[in-house]
């Protein structure tokens, strides 16, 4: 009787193929493209024939149907060479790729989206025989306006909140050195006062001595005259 081995085990899954999102056609740069034609072609029949034979009245006159082939290759050329600019800017500025790029990213943030929404469904748990959602979190059309005005504006506000609670500390800190030097500035002129008043006194002080200097001076020049005069007297008595 043959024996079968076990077959090995299995290869893993092919993994998921890169997609460069420059071969993928872009359905907005096909939209783009269709929005530039539509315009020029649309600009372009402003310069309909009657007008562009009104600006050359001899020709126009005289030899119409040259005129007029003149006018077509005219309005021919200028779509042309639009065109042409157009997808020279394209290639340039890689805006095809770059397009198609975004719808990519676009794609890939709405399948997250689904699988997060999926997710979250699937994230119930059972408790005493009743189910309920894991952090009873609900979709977003159904919160009410104030819950979506503070879920969109709390982490900005938090943000600023300390962002000036930080600038408030720094200047309430600059505040209170200020005021120790303006404390210190206040003593050291109560001092510089201190010792003006000291010197004043002692200024004070000198000239009031050497005021009563003089005037035990000037006494005493009076005195030594008085006793000059009496002495006159006796002798001539």
């Known amino acids: 009787m043959a024996t079968t081995r076990a077959s090995a ?59 007029e082939g003149v006018w077509k290759q005219l309005n021919t050329r200028l779509e042309e060479e639009c065109i042409k600019d157009f997808e020279k800017i394209s290639q340039e500025r890689d805006v095809e790729r770059s397009l198609g790029a975004w719808e990519q990213l ?5 399948v997250r989206k689904a699988q997060q929404g999926e997710a979250q469904g699937r994230d119930i748990h059972t408790t005493n025989g009743a189910t309920s959602l894991a952090g009873e979190q609900r979709p977003m059309h159904l919160l009410s306006a104030q ?54 006194e002692d200024v004070e002080g000198a000239a009031q001595a050497v005021e009563n200097d003089a005037m035990r001076e000037d006494l005493q020049k009076g005195v030594q005259g008085l006793d000059r005069a009496d002495e006159d007297v006796k002798m001539s008595g």
């Open 147 to 200: 819950e979506l005005y503070a879920a969109h504006l709390t982490p900005t506000l938090v943000k600023a909140e300390r962002e000036l609670q930080g600038k408030l500390d720094g200047v309430q800190q600059g505040n209170k050195d200020m005021m120790g030097k303006i404390e210190e500035q206040k003593a050291e002129m109560q001092r510089l006062v201190e010792q003006l008043e000291k010197m004043v």
């Open 9 to 67: 085990s299995p290869s893993p899954p092919p993994s998921a193929p890169i997609v460069d999102p420059a071969a993928i056609p872009s359905h907005r740069f096909a939209a783009l493209r269709k929005v530039y034609t539509s315009a020029l072609r649309a600009t372009l029949s402003t310069n309909s024939y009657p007008n562009f034979a009104s600006c050359f009245p001899t020709p126009a006159t005289y030899c119409p149907r040259a005129l």
């Open 106 to 110: 676009i794609e890939d943030a709405k």
